[in-house]
């Protein structure tokens, strides 16, 4: 089964370099209005020939178009999976630094390593728990509460003062 899934996705769905590939575009196009092949090979720190051939490939596959004057642009199709990586890696890093503890560089990296990976359903729902994880529910206020306590008695390095005495990660209420 597992065996499976890996498979179809490998043939359905993005690579992690094509991934960073489309985001360049879109960090590139947002900053400075164009995105080309120098441009996003500079970005990622690569080659232009691997752009090229990664860009290709992503043109092929309808992910990316050409915008008037030949320079790159994302397609509605891009800019859909662009998005949700984007969303995907909030919400993972928004776990892991502010639920989990972790230092924001590894949750930084560890984020980016599932970005794309993750499904859209396993996105709103972590989403959703931590919009309630943060809520003024006395629940989630208890178990938060009861985690910070855990955390101290077993030294355990899964929770620091800081993540738990503050207020609620900024953003993280008013995404849904
Ligand atoms: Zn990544």
Known sequence: MFQEVWKTYEENELTHSAAHHLMAVHELRTRHGYARISDIAQHLKITKGSVSSAMKLLKERGYVCEDHNK??????RGATVVAAIEAARVAFQRFLTHALGMDEDDAE???????HLVSAETRSRLTHFLNFLY?????????????????????????????????????????T
Do not use: Y
């Open 71 to 76: 320079f790159l642009e994302l397609s509605d």
């Open 109 to 115: 990296i560890d984020a980016c390593k599932v970005e």
């Open 135 to 175: 809520s003024d529910e006395p629940a989630a206020q208890a178990f938060l509460e009861a985690l910070r306590t855990h955390a101290l008695e077993h030294g355990a390095v899964i929770a620091t003062e800081e993540v738990f005495a503050g207020a609620p990660p900024a953003g993280v209420r008013d995404r």
